[in-house]
């Protein structure tokens, strides 16, 4: 089975210093020889301090920036060598939510206006039929359609959040990558997000790139987890089992400061 999203060897390094004449001096590896794949209806979690790289690979994937080295293939189709009628269908077939629900919604667009500006972008459904579609995504995300007339500014952070998921889903996506989608939200409405991602993947086979350094939340949501420190990835597998014995001491102290335990001795 073709994966439907597979990186290999990505590279990804910046400009830390410059000299006096504007030549690079120095570099930042943010991204250093990752691979991972994700099928269809899963969810694999890119898991480590901030820093270490995980932010950059996700937007490496959705070529929001070009690696250095590497390749990127959507159902097996080369993503960096696409043309732009294929780039522009990858970009409704992949979507990312951001990790603040406050800055990522337009406050002067009602919320039927934010999740209807896609469909007129792509013009994918006809204007007479967007508002159908508009109270369809508000009712999938546990929002009554009569919220599409308020402002952004209206609703409670875990609202605002659900928003953005709906925003996400509008143009029916098939990847949905996931960048620290509940960090700006309590524990409860955590709890509630991740319930609601964990339906809309099993309706709609999403597959979701999950970034998080919440272990705890990668356990709730994630089937494959990638642990990744300086830009590298030091540990991969089944979610369960990396959790159940960590190998890595790096992954072991995460695991220790996650959940209150000790590190595993080698």
């Known amino acids: 089975m073709t994966a439907l999203l597979e990186a290999k060897n990505l590279v990804k390094h910046f400009v830390a210093k410059r000299s006096v004449f504007g030549r690079p001096t120095s570099y930042v590896k943010a991204v250093d020889g990752v691979s991972f794949s994700v099928n269809a209806g899963e969810t694999l979690a890119l898991v480590g ?15 929001l920036i070009e690696p250095d080295q590497g390749e990127v293939r959507f159902e097996g189709r080369d993503l960096l060598n696409m043309g732009a009628n294929e780039l522009r269908a990858f970009r ?43 109270e369809e995504l508000l009712r999938l995300v546990g929002l009554e359609p009569r919220s599409a007339r308020r402002y952004a500014h209206e609703f409670s952070g875990g609202q605002r959040q659900r928003i953005a998921i709906a925003r996400a889903l509008v143009l029916k996506p098939r990847l949905v990558v996931l960048d620290e989608p509940t960090s700006a ?49 030091v540990e991969a597998g089944a979610t369960e089992a990396v959790m159940a014995r960590p190998r890595h001491f790096y992954t072991q102290t995460l695991m220790a400061a996650a959940f209150d335990l000790a590190p595993i001795s080698e």
């Open 49 to 63: 301090e901030s820093g270490c790289g995980k932010s950059t690979v996700s937007r490496l994937v959705l070529r």
């Open 92 to 134: 409704r077939d992949a979507q990312i939510i951001f990790q603040d629900p406050y800055a990522s919604l337009n406050p002067r667009m009602t919320v039927g206006q934010i999740l209807a500006e896609p469909l007129a972008l792509h013009d994918l459904v006809p204007n007479r039929q967007r508002r159908e579609r508009v």
């Open 185 to 233: 939200l309590d524990r409860s409405v955590q709890a509630q997000i991740i319930d609601l991602l964990r339906d809309l993947q099993r309706r709609h086979r999403l597959a979701y790139l999950f970034i998080s350094h919440d272990l705890k939340l990668v356990r709730a949501l994630s089937h494959e987890i990638l642990v990744m420190k300086d830009g590298e990835i």
